[in-house]
């Protein structure tokens, strides 16, 4: 299991630069983040965790490129450079603000299990962020109440978890949703590095 970890003793990893690392990423990495934003604060009480986002490493080696795979509030599930979250997120000419860590599964995907999860992701392309779900996870909790139905738009977690299951890796979650933490929280995640 990734450590259990406080915002101050995450500000305490070890920092690399993007540049230096950026050859050992792998498709199938994952993503955490831990924002300094009002939406990442509302997750990170919810939650009681400092996550506020998970994704997908998807790396390109034809192409150079790495990857965020992942669903976003206000776009839906998308595709962007690691670097744009680095450097310029949102097209603010700032990187994100918070912290940003690079976990992996403490055992090999086969590629053709990790394509399978990745192709999942990327049919799912523009579909909606689902926004009510924050709010229907908060109700849950306070009044712990039963599991939600299943719908087509993802909360990030959620997308994480399903492409995920397409490779036959299945996180186990909460019994009323899913979240950053419980993927965090998993035996078989171990923090590579930390990049912002």
């Not at 990442?40 to 795979?69: F, G």
């Not at 998308?78 to 979250?85: A, G, Q």
């Not at 976990?103 to 192709?119: G, H, T, V, W």
């Amino acid at each position: 299991m990734a450590e259990p970890l406080t915002k101050k003793q995450l500000k305490k990893l070890p920092l690399f630069r993007y540049d230096s690392i950026r050859d050992q990423l792998k498709t199938g990495h994952i993503f955490f983040s831990s924002g300094s934003y009002t939406f990442s604060n509302l997750i990170q009480r919810l939650t009681k965790s400092i996550w506020s986002h998970v994704a997908i490493i998807y790396k390109d080696d034809e192409l150079q490129r790495v990857m965020v795979l992942e669903a976003e509030p206000k776009v839906g599930i998308r595709l962007i450079p690691l670097s744009k979250y680095l450097k310029d997120y949102k097209g603010t000419k700032r990187p994100y603000k918070g912290q940003v860590v690079v976990a992996k599964l403490n055992f090999n995907i086969e590629q053709e299990r990790m394509n399978k999860a990745i192709s999942f992701g990327l049919d799912e392309l523009t579909r909606p962020y689902d926004t009510w779900e924050i709010i229907r996870i908060f109700v849950r909790i306070l009044f712990r109440v039963g599991k939600r139905e299943r719908n087509k738009n993802y909360i990030c977690s959620e997308l994480v978890r399903d492409a995920f299951s397409k490779a036959g890796v299945v996180f186990r979650r909460h019994d009323t949703y899913i979240s950053p933490q419980e993927i965090w929280k998993d035996p078989r995640v171990v923090i590579n590095y930390r990049i912002l």
